[in-house]
């Protein structure tokens, strides 16, 4: 089958072995994956990864290793960690912390930028037939936004910052704007706020941004060091900051504002893929303008360079032919 392999290299394989679902696993047929910025920080050296890329993906199962073959043929999307079921996190359901998970296409598990991929049956979500493609191809990110609502209580008179104007940065401001909480994103390139502005979400420059005490929540997704101590210029005494970006950056932080104002800091990664698949089944809002470019497995090669570059968006692979 043809993959996107990373080994110290990035390597187009046309020759990539099918795999075997092994039991309570699913085989799974891809048809489009996004790339993400964390395929893009594992091409650099992060998680020190080696194996097939990708973790967001839809696709149809094609083969079930035992319970649930009720699921062959059904449309499909998955959560990336994989479980063992036994340890002390996942006692508590605590899934996304197993001691002992694989990650799809980020730690020990071979990930989506392939024809196949096997995954635990567990693992799958439904896509209803109202969703597309392209839009369920941002379940995961998609639920990384929604996380921020598990673990922060979003009051109605709440004034909600969101910095960064990426990909997540972006979802995250379409998903907070569901709430009645004053939400505003602030961001450097007007061409991306422009695709949530449409949307009803209020934006501003960041040079424009009063540096004040004044925001109650603020969610850091700049992807860069110094967003951190931004946050902290802007946040009300007690108030919280959700740190959204996974910046394999060493930078000295000064943390005497977290003290001194009592602040909360939420680190917030994987989230629930249930009501982003609901938010998308009920359109609640538009994923499609952030896609960049859809490019077939053949260009694959054009896909990943045209991700890497300035204000790209979502970039996705298409893996029929
Ligand atoms: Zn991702
Ligand atoms: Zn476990």
Excluded: W
């Excluded at 392939?114 to 979500?125: E, S």
């Excluded at 597309?132 to 941002?138: G, Q, R």
């Excluded at 910052?161 to 997540?168: E, N, S, T, V, Y």
Aim: aromatic share 6%; hydrophobic share 40%.
């Amino acid at each position: 089958m043809k993959a996107i392999e990373f080994n110290k290299t990035v390597i187009f394989r046309d020759n990539y072995p099918v795999p075997e679902p092994q039991s309570g696993e699913a085989l799974i047929k891809i048809d489009l994956a996004g790339i993400c910025n964390t395929d893009l920080e594992i091409i650099k050296g992060y998680m020190n990864f080696s194996g097939i890329l990708g973790h967001e993906f839809v696709g149809r199962v094609v083969k079930i290793n035992g319970d649930r073959q009720e699921l062959v043929g059904k449309r499909v999307t998955g959560e990336i960690n994989c479980p063992c079921k036994e340890c002390e996190y996942c006692q508590k359901g605590l899934y996304t912390h197993c001691s002992n998970r694989s990650v799809l296409g980020i730690y020990n598990r071979n990930g989506c930028f392939a024809d196949y991929i096997t995954l635990p049956v567990d693992n799958l979500h439904i896509i209803p037939d109202s969703v597309t493609d392209e839009e369920a191809v941002f379940t995961e990110p998609l639920a990384a936004a929604y996380e921020i609502l598990e673990q922060v209580n979003i009051k109605p008179d709440d004034k909600v910052l969101i910095l960064g104007d990426g990909k997540l940065g972006l979802l995250v401001s379409l998903v907070l704007n569901q709430t009645a909480a004053d939400v505003l994103l602030a961001g450097k390139h007007e061409e991306k706020l422009g695709k949530v502005e449409d949307q009803g979400v209020k934006t501003i420059l960041p040079e424009n941004l009063e540096i004040s005490k004044q925001y109650d929540i603020v969610v850091e997704a700049t992807g860069s060091a110094g967003g951190f101590e931004f946050a902290l210029s802007l946040l009300k005494p007690r108030g919280i900051l959700v740190l959204k970006s996974t910046v394999a950056a060493n930078k000295e932080i000064n943390l005497a504002p977290v003290v001194v104002d009592e602040i909360t800091v939420i680190g917030s990664r994987c989230g629930p893929f249930k009501p982003a698949i609901n938010a998308l089944e009920k359109k609640l809002f538009n994923v499609k303008p952030l896609i960049s470019g859809i490019y077939k497995i053949s260009k694959a090669k054009e896909a990943l360079k045209l991700s890497k570059t300035k204000g790209c968006l979502k970039v996705i692979i298409d893996f029929n032919d």
